[in-house]
């Protein structure tokens, strides 16, 4: 059975047929691929039309699918293009008679062999954060978490920051603005996370490095050279 190129498929939904950029990475081998592109050169439509040509011809399962975006508007427009193009090829193949290599994957027990994949189990395509989220939710309980603690979003980190910051009775031992402060706390979350790093680990690194700086002898100082 022979694979059914990105043109191909997109001549039997109607559509306009991709670039030949566009192809090249809709058809490239399953291997890790970086592609760099800006604003408006149809980004979701070429991640669509990926995931449509490796499902529709058998090159992946479903399930073996993650598509990850990072707005939940992005992940929806994704997320249908994919479900309704995958609905509609299935009847533009049956009509032209045109054997679909992905069917037996996509197609469940007890699918009606009119709709090949009408009914198929769905790639899973969603946001970063909630990806992330639901991983949390699954296996909290591995990590010694509760299964209902939820990823703060950055709205959420800086009301939690900001609320820190104002209800500390302290001396802050700044004259910044609250905002100012908020940020920098975030950043230094961030940093913190990206580092796996607690607090104190932190501040002992800190403190070491200050040691050994108070502790460096100062360099010679060099004779001053006069022009002529």
């Known amino acids: 059975m022979n694979a059914l190129s990105a043109v191909q498929i997109a001549e039997l939904l109607g559509q306009h047929p991709p670039t030949a950029e566009q192809q090249r990475i809709i058809e490239a081998p ?17 991640m669509a039309g990926r995931v449509v040509w490796l499902l529709a011809n058998g090159h992946v399962t479903p399930e073996q699918v ?23 090829l299935s009847r533009a193949a049956a009509r032209a008679g045109v054997e679909l290599a992905g069917r037996a994957a996509l197609r469940p027990e007890g699918t009606r062999d009119d709709d090949v994949l009408g009914d198929l189990v769905r790639p899973t395509i969603s946001t970063y954060h909630s990806y992330a989220a639901s991983l949390v939710g699954d296996h909290a309980l591995r990590l010694g978490l509760e299964p209902s603690a939820r990823l703060l979003g950055e709205a959420a980190q800086w009301q939690l920051a900001s609320e820190v910051v104002e209800s500390w009775t302290g ?4 004259e910044a603005a609250t905002s100012t402060v908020v940020e920098a706390i975030l950043l230094l979350s961030g ?4 580092h796996l790093l607690e ?7 800190i403190e070491q490095i200050v040691e050994a ?3 460096t002898p100062p360099a010679p100082r060099r004779a001053r050279r006069t022009w002529v």
């Open 30 to 46: 399953l291997v890790p691929t970086l592609v760099i592109a800006g604003a408006g050169s149809g980004k979701t439509e070429t």
């Open 66 to 88: 993650l598509g990850l975006t990072f707005t939940r508007k992005a992940a929806g427009e994704l997320g249908d293009r994919v479900r309704l193009r995958l609905r509609h």
């Open 171 to 174: 001396d802050l031992d700044t």
């Open 191 to 194: 940093a913190l996370d990206e």
């Open 199 to 205: 607090p104190a680990q932190a501040r002992r690194g």
């Open 213 to 215: 700086i108070e502790a």
